[in-house]
Structure formats: C-alpha cells, structure tokens
C-alpha cells in the first residue's frame, strides 16, 4: 500500500499526470518533496486546498497521509 | 423531496423541475436556474473535472444547509461532470416552496456556493487549445454575502 | 426577446423558457419562477380578474422597468386570467441574462411587482363558496425593498 | 355616450354588477352618488384606486370623466 496523490483542475497539467503513488507515510514536507517544483510552488499558495482520505484539510501543513490515503490537491474551484 | 446528482451525460432540466413539481404539489411556485454553455462564441467545448470523494458530499452538504436556512419544500441540484457542448446545461438548481422568496434565495444561494465553494474546475476549448477558468473575483463577493450581517435572507 | 402575455387558458411554462433559451443562445443562465395553484389543499379553483386597458400595458412597462434595470438579454411574462385548477401555472418569469444574477434578481423584482403592483384580482373556492384573496402584508414589504436605498441589486 | 364605470375584484360582488354607465360628465362626487352605498365607503379608502381612460388617478377626488371615458374602480390587487 501507499499515498496515492491526485492533482485537480490546472494542477493536473502542472503536474503531468491525473495521480501518482508514493510511500507512506506522507506529511506536508515529503508531499512539497514528492511534486515537481512547481506544483510544489501553487501547494504554498493560501488559495490551494489539500484534501486526505475525504477531508479537506484545515490547516495543510499538518497533513499526516497513512498506508492507502488518499491526498488530493486542489486548485481554486470554478464550478456552475 | 431533495435530489442531489452529479451528471457525466446530458441531461433535461424540465424534467428534473416536473419531478419536483410533482412531488410537491402544495408548492405555490418553483424556482429554476439553468446555468449552460454559451453558443454562438468562440467556446467550442467544456469540460468540467471534478474529484469523487469530495464532489457530491459537498453538494448534499449545500442542500441540507440550504433545507436548515429556507422554508423548501424540496430542491434538486444537478452538476454535469465531463465534456459539455455549446448549448448543453452545466447546471440545475430547483427550489419548490411554499412562498416564492424562500425558493428564490434559495436557488440564489445554491448557485453562489456551487459556482466558487463546490469542488469543481472548468476549462473551455477556444481557438483549438483548452483554457482553464479562473473563478471570477465578483463569484466570492456573491458568496461572501451570506455570510454578511445584513444577508440576502 | 421580450415576450410579455396575458392568457386565458392553459399554458407550458417549458416552452417559455425553451422559446427564451432559443432566442439567447449566448446568455449563461435562463432563471425561471413558476407560481401555481396549490395543490391538495382545500382550494378547488382559483379565478384571476385583471382590467384590460391598466394589466398588459403595466406589465410591459415592469418589463421595460426590469430591462433598464438588470443586465438582461430577454425576459418573458406571462399571467393567467380567468379560471385556473389546482396545479395549474398561474404566472411564469423567465429572464436569460449573461451572468446568473441579473437573471436571479430579475425574476425575483418581476415577482414582487406582479404580487402587489399589477392589475390583478384573485379569488379562490374553498369549501363551496368564492373568497377574494386579500394582499398580504409581507407582500408589500417585498415591493417596497426595490425602492430602498439599500435594495437587493 | 355616457360614461362607464367598471368594478374589479370584489367591488364587483359589492356592486352587484360589472359596470354601469352613468350620465357624463362624472366627477369625484358624483361618482360617490353614482355608486351603492357600500362602494363609497370603500371608494374612501386609500387604497382603493381610481381610473379614467386607461390612466391611473393620482388623485382620485380631482376625477373628471367626459362622454365615452371608461371609469375603473380598483382595489388592493392580489395577483402572481
């Protein structure tokens, strides 16, 4: 098992990819280590959500992903 | 009668508002908004991209505060996910109520969460390259009003 | 298109919308109120008196008054006279405008026109007998926020 | 010619009639003569209106109806 990372919206082309495994556990450093630079640059902006196992995180940073999370990274949204 | 949906497929706004109708027939007025890809631009395509675990729960959430906040009678909320064309509905918010105010605010402030507090992302086709939609400054404004004091309702 | 109509006999709300949607094919979003007969209840008919020479003509200029008004590219009225059955429409708002709210706010300062500043009497059958319907209080308060200094657009 | 005055809503049970024609010219006080005792009465409340040829009064007691002119009595409206 792992952290399986989704990239959302625009920061799925930033990343290159829809998703990518990575090893447990997974916290905010290792998460900024695990995406490419600028990916790594939009997860520092305010606007930019982390979600783990089906909850958006209030404070991101604190992020602590177990064996078959998932994290999702998410963009600005622009629905409706 | 409350019915929350994601649609990956094109889907008929009338009939979601007949199905509300008919469930609530001592409703004294329904109120619609349909939110659809404009024609007759330079927007060849939609496509609206959306993350599971998160999309629709947040969308049931927004119903059942909108239910707590008016008096409804019943509300159907319908999102497209994936490809849309120029003419095709993105969206379909349905308030019955009793007294039309409530379904009126109601429908107004389902449309201000789904458009910048509901988990979705847009892109549009133009001139042969997909474009991300940044979510318009006046968007916030409108949500932020329902927080305000002095609140639409 | 501005389609602004009195009528008689039954109608399909649907095909208001339809022929407004049609006709604004870069508008974002369509709006629609449907008012209705209650069903169910203890009213078994409604009957709608108007004044011919005072309710289209003050209907048209709530129209145009709601055009110079809010941001909209068609807005369509339609108002039932006579003798309606319990689900049937009696009134139908449908405003397409490029950004939702306009539409929204259309649609809501149309409504409260058309309850308590149009020519229309309402009278319904309950229990055998006709009972004029009087104005409601909370009616009047809806009109009169469009004219505050601090209205809702 | 004369002048006709129609009654809405429930002015018209209060009447017993649709409208009536009247002899012109008709103003404020002949209307209140002109009409059942009732419909006066009502026709003094402020929020009973006035029409004269297709024209709202904005001050109803200045009513000055000629030959052919439609009078409209109107009450609170209750439409939507």
């Known amino acids: 098992m792992a952290v399986t990372i989704h990239f959302l919206g625009p920061l799925r082309d930033l990343a290159g990819m829809d998703r990518c495994d990575v090893e447990a556990p997974l916290d905010w450093a290792g998460l900024l280590d695990a995406v490419a630079a600028p990916v790594a640059e939009q997860l520092r902006n305010e606007r930019v959500n982390v979600a783990c196992a089906g909850r958006v995180l209030s404070d991101k940073t604190a992020l602590h992903a177990q064996d078959g999370d998932e994290v999702a990274l998410l963009p600005p949204v622009s629905g409706g | ?153």
């Open chain 2, 1 to 153: 009668m409350f019915d929350i949906r994601l649609l990956d497929v094109p889907f008929d706004p009338h009939a979601a508002a007949d199905r509300l109708a008919a469930a609530t027939p001592d409703a004294g007025g329904i109120t619609s908004f349909v939110g659809k890809v404009r024609a007759g631009g330079d927007v060849k395509a939609l496509e609206l991209s959306h993350y599971e675990p998160l999309t629709l729960p947040g969308m049931r959430d927004l119903a059942e505060t909108a239910r707590l906040r008016f008096n409804l009678m019943g509300l159907v909320i319908l999102h497209r996910t994936g490809r849309l064309e120029p003419g095709d509905p993105i969206v379909c918010v349905s308030a019955a109520s009793r007294h039309r105010r409530d379904g009126i605010a109601a429908a107004d402030f389902c449309m201000d969460h789904l458009k910048s507090a509901a988990w979705f992302w847009k892109r549009e086709l133009r001139g042969g390259t997909w474009h991300w939609i940044e979510p318009r400054a006046v968007d916030h404004a409108d949500l932020a009003r329902w927080s305000e004091k002095n609140s639409p309702v």
